[in-house]
């Protein structure tokens, strides 16, 4: 029922922060802290490890870290997945999880 004689008018739903932002990349998601930092530059030597040129983002907006799920930073994200969060990760694990997720790329 509307109210005052207008009509209520349906919108399409907003994408969540995974989707609006693409599900291809690499993705740290945390408030900047130490450990952020550490795992960002892990992920950055894996990366230069493996010969990739990709960027890393670094998310630090709290609604867009939770729209992926993610209470316990810092968190990694790959290609939309999360595939880690809540600890650092040694750069020899984000090289094998990198090798596991893209295998024709390392």
């Given amino acids: 029922m509307a109210l005052f004689g207008k009509k209520k008018i349906k919108s399409e739903p907003k994408p969540s922060a995974a989707e609006s932002h693409g599900s291809s990349g690499i993705k740290i998601l945390g408030s900047g802290c130490a450990k952020c930092n550490q795992l960002e530059a892990a992920t950055k030597k894996a990366l230069a490890q493996l010969g990739l040129p990709e960027e890393v983002e670094h998310v630090t907006e709290f609604s867009e870290i939770a729209a992926y799920g993610v209470m316990s930073t810092p968190a990694l994200v790959i290609?939309?997945?999360?595939?880690?969060?809540?600890?650092?990760?040694?750069?020899?694990?984000?090289?094998?999880?990198?090798?596991?997720?893209?295998?024709?790329?390392?």
């Avoid at 999360?82 to 790329?105: C, D, F, H, M, N």
Wanted: aromatic share 4%; hydrophobic share 40%; glycine share 8%.
């Fill in 79 to 106: 290609d939309g997945q999360v595939v880690s969060y809540g600890k650092v990760l040694r750069t020899e694990e984000i090289v094998a999880i990198l090798e596991k997720l893209r295998p024709q790329e390392a």
